[in-house]
């Protein structure tokens, strides 16, 4: 259902569905939250999008990944929030994540449209 919400942008859904499901007792996972963060970069919602990987993610017990990052990162790159998506960049080895060629390229493009 969630990569439904985020193949359509359906963020607000994805968002009432993770509720949802923590207050039926049931534990979204990173496959989970990644597809809302997917939702979120698609609607331009990056507030909300680092909201849920700096603080409902690990609330939670689901562990960002790679994917997880880079969503939230791009939703910062499309909303000209450069400086938030290098921080994300530069976060990423603390937390004993790699970036990869796709964080390079959403930092790149996001500082690149800021000048």
């Known amino acids: ?3 439904g919400y985020d193949k359509g942008g359906r963020w607000q859904s ?3 569905l993770l509720a949802h499901l923590g207050e039926i ?3 979204p996972d990173e ?5 809302a963060l997917s939702a979120l970069e698609k609607g331009h919602k990056w507030p909300e999008a ?3 990987l700096s603080l409902t993610m ?7 990944d790679e994917i997880s990052f880079n969503s939230a990162m791009s939703a910062c790159e499309k909303n ?7 921080s994300m960049m530069l976060r990423m080895p603390r937390v004993r994540l790699t970036p990869d060629s796709i964080t390079y390229n ?3 493009t996001a500082s690149s449209r800021a000048s």
């Open 25 to 27: 007792g049931l534990a």
């Open 80 to 86: 000209g929030q450069w400086q938030m998506a290098l």
């Open 31 to 35: 496959i989970s939250y990644n597809s």
């Open 106 to 108: 959403v930092v790149i």
């Open 1 to 3: 259902v969630l990569g």
């Open 50 to 52: 680092i909201g849920i």
């Open 14 to 16: 994805s968002l009432a």
């Open 58 to 64: 690990p609330q939670r017990g689901a562990t960002p």
